[in-house]
Every structure is written in structure tokens, then in C-alpha cells.
């Protein structure tokens, strides 16, 4: 089975960055989509960005221009570079492997419901 750690969170100014990382540990070879969620208090899940197998990305319309998303498969790790904070961008994010994603990014396949991983969460804050 996969499991997923998320890292790379914490506080940071207004216009500052980080970058978050979600280290896949087991074969995520059959998963053709990951993501980044996040939510805040009294807020749904959102997905922030996602990206596929092939290489196409997608971004909720809040971040774009801002966030980005990228996988690295030799280290079977997705990134999130996130440039410019906003106070608004205060939430835990999480990352997502498979169904949930595949999903949103239109790549589903009959067997996708057979994997869909989440990590634990990493909490980010904007605050001066």
C-alpha cells in the first residue's frame, strides 16, 4: 500500500514562499494522478493543484500565477512551490494520490477507485 508525508509546511509572511513536498513510500506506479488539497477552518476541501501522469497540471483559479506543481517520479515525491503567500492561502494542505484527483483532473480509469491515498496534513500559515 502507499503512504504519503507531507512536510515542508509552516509560517511564513505575507509574500513569502514554501515549498511543501509529499514523499510517496510504496509503488504509486499504477497512480496516475496527485494533488494538493487544502482547508481551512470552517472552509471544504479545495483542490489547489494537481498533476498527472502525462504531465498536465491544474490549478484552482486563487493561486494561479502563484503556485506550482510538480512531480518528481524517480523520488516519487509532488511538490508544491508556493511563491507570493496570501494570508488567505492559511490552511493545512494535503496531499492525494489517485481516485480523488484523477477525478478532477479527468483521468479516470476503471480501476481508480482501488487507490486513492491521503497524507496526514501539513499546515501552513501567512501571518506577519
Known amino acids: 500500500q502507499v503512504q504519503l508525508v507531507e512536510s515542508g509546511g509552516g509560517l511564513v509572511q505575507p509574500g513569502g514562499s514554501l515549498r511543501l513536498s509529499c514523499a510517496a513510500s510504496?509503488?504509486?506506479?499504477?497512480?496516475?494522478?496527485m494533488g494538493w488539497y487544502r482547508q481551512a477552518p470552517g472552509k471544504q476541501r479545495e483542490l489547489v493543484a494537481g498533476i498527472t501522469s502525462g504531465g498536465s497540471t491544474k490549478n484552482v483559479d486563487s493561486v494561479k500565477g502563484r503556485f506550482t506543481i510538480s512531480r518528481d517520479n524517480a523520488k516519487n515525491t509532488v511538490y508544491l512551490q508556493m511563491n507570493s503567500l496570501k494570508p488567505e492561502d492559511t490552511a493545512v494542505y494535503y496531499c492525494?494520490?489517485?481516485?480523488?484527483?484523477?477525478?478532477?483532473?479527468?483521468?479516470?480509469?476503471?480501476?481508480?477507485?482501488?487507490?486513492?491515498?491521503w497524507g496526514q496534513g501539513t499546515q501552513v500559515t501567512v501571518s506577519s
Open positions: 492525494n494520490a489517485g481516485y480523488t484527483t484523477a477525478q478532477a483532473m479527468g483521468v479516470l480509469t476503471r480501476r481508480s477507485k482501488e487507490y486513492d491515498y
Open positions: 510504496g509503488s504509486i506506479f499504477s497512480i496516475n494522478a
